[in-house]
């Protein structure tokens, strides 16, 4: 296959995907090396940032995803006359900070460090697909673990959890 059907090959997977796709996946299916084809990858993604296009192709955790640009966010948002996606809490942050940071980590330790319940923070990190469950803790009772999902990645930007801000404690959080 020449350069530019493999390209186009990779932009109908990415497309049709709708979801990230493993880097290994789209090596074997242009039966290319995982190398080659990130190089190609790279090369389509930098091409649609330089021609400023209405897609994007991101990385995810060693997985590609086409999605929209997001200066075309408020464009899209008016044609399909959606609310603003809601905001997140003060408390919803809080704890998503802890376990991205922490994970895995158990609902006792988030309330160990927050000082309240983590009960409805938890939960309603998991309805919006931030964060899952990660297996369970091997101690008496078995507890749940908690860790963030691509989905968290994916809304803030991030490649992998390695591109989180370097965290720094304060031993006075309070304020």
Do not use: W
Not at 63 to 74: D, S
Not at 98 to 120: F, L, M, N, W
Not at 135 to 152: A, I, M, N, Q, S
Request: proline letters at 4%; aromatic letters at 8%.
């Amino acid at each position: 296959m020449k350069l530019t059907e493999i390209e186009a090959v990779i932009e109908a997977l990415l497309f049709i995907s709708g979801e990230a796709v493993p880097l290994s996946v789209i090596a074997q299916t242009v039966e290319l090396d995982k190398a080659t084809t990130k190089a190609i990858i790279i090369t389509l993604a930098e091409k649609y940032e330089k021609d400023k296009r209405g897609i994007r192709i991101i990385e995810i955790d060693q997985c590609y995803q086409m999605c929209t640009a997001a200066e075309c966010f408020e464009f899209i948002r008016n044609m399909y006359k959606t609310p603003k996606k809601q905001g997140m809490t003060q408390a919803l942050l809080e704890t998503l900070a802890i376990i991205a940071y922490k994970q895995p980590i158990t609902k006792t330790q988030i309330e160990e460090i927050r000082g309240v319940s983590a009960d409805h923070a938890v939960n309603k990190l998991i309805e919006k697909n931030l964060v899952c469950e990660a297996g369970r803790l091997d101690v008496p009772g078995k507890p749940l673990l908690f860790g963030t999902t691509k989905e968290f990645l994916r809304y803030f930007g991030f490649k992998s959890t390695n591109d989180l801000p370097p965290f720094e404690e304060n031993e006075d959080i309070s304020r």
